[in-house]
């Protein structure tokens, strides 16, 4: 079955530092990657995916990851943090089947960008 | 993009009662929608997924007498709790995608439901 595992419970970083939100993987196949932002009650918003191609993906807000197929990794990077990215982020992983797909996500990372 | 919506976005209702919760894509036609609840502090989970016109795919440990999932058009699908307790109240988020073989998936805002 495939998995994500996200190592972290929590990520503090300064404004204005990069910061990282890590991500491992487990599938058969090839691999189709997401990451999710949520923000206090309310739904996912899409970041970004890998499919296929590059093994660095750009995304929305300024953020970015990259697909490490050795290592079984897709962490999520941004060069500089603002306070407003802080939120919860979930890698997660599609599982295709016959007759249709679902994704499958990580326990969450929380981050906090302070000031 | 695509828009999900949800409502109501918010419910409050007694232990036993039944309590439905629609989703909604407003400008596309969603062949499959997934239904999803998280805990405080918790990840997605997800409960069903459905296929417009056919039943309901549960996950396992999911009970389908309980958490009744309909998909009657492209654009709707609907959850009901049934004899809900405590125990159910949870952020229930659903998810709608164009295919069956679509990468792209669009979620709702979700709904918070408070068993009293």
């Known amino acids: 079955a495939q998995s994500v595992a996200q190592p972290e419970d929590q990520v503090n970083v300064a404004e204005g530092n990069p910061l990282t939100v890590k991500c491992t993987y487990s599938?058969?196949?090839?691999?189709?990657l997401f990451w999710y932002v949520q923000y206090p009650n309310r739904g996912l918003q899409f970041l970004l995916k890998y499919i296929t191609g590059d093994n660095l993906v750009k995304g929305s807000y300024g953020f970015e990851a990259e697909f490490n197929k050795s290592q079984t990794s897709f962490h999520l990077k941004k060069p500089s943090a603002l306070v407003s990215d802080s939120a919860l982020y979930f890698c997660?992983?599609?599982?295709?089947?016959?007759?249709?797909?679902?994704?499958?996500f990580g326990a969450g990372t929380r981050l906090f960008v302070k000031a | 993009g695509a828009v999900v919506s949800q409502h109501p976005s918010w419910v409050i209702c007694k232990s036993g009662t039944s309590v439905k919760i629609e989703c909604r894509s407003l400008?596309?036609?969603?062949?499959?929608m997934f239904w999803y609840r998280q805990f405080p502090k918790q990840s997605l989970m997800l409960m069903a997924t459905s296929n417009e016109g056919s039943k309901a795919t549960y996950e396992q440990g999911v009970e389908k007498d309980k958490f009744l999932i309909n998909h009657a058009s492209l654009t709707l699908s609907t959850l009901t709790v049934t004899s809900a307790h405590p125990e159910d109240s949870s952020f229930y988020i659903c998810s709608a995608s164009e295919s069956l073989q679509e990468n792209e998936q669009f979620f709702g805002p979700g709904t918070r439901l408070t068993v009293l």
């Open positions: 400008d596309f036609q969603a062949t499959t």
């Open positions: 997660a992983v599609r599982d295709m089947y016959t007759g249709g797909f679902k994704t499958i």
């Open positions: 599938v058969s196949g090839n691999p189709y």
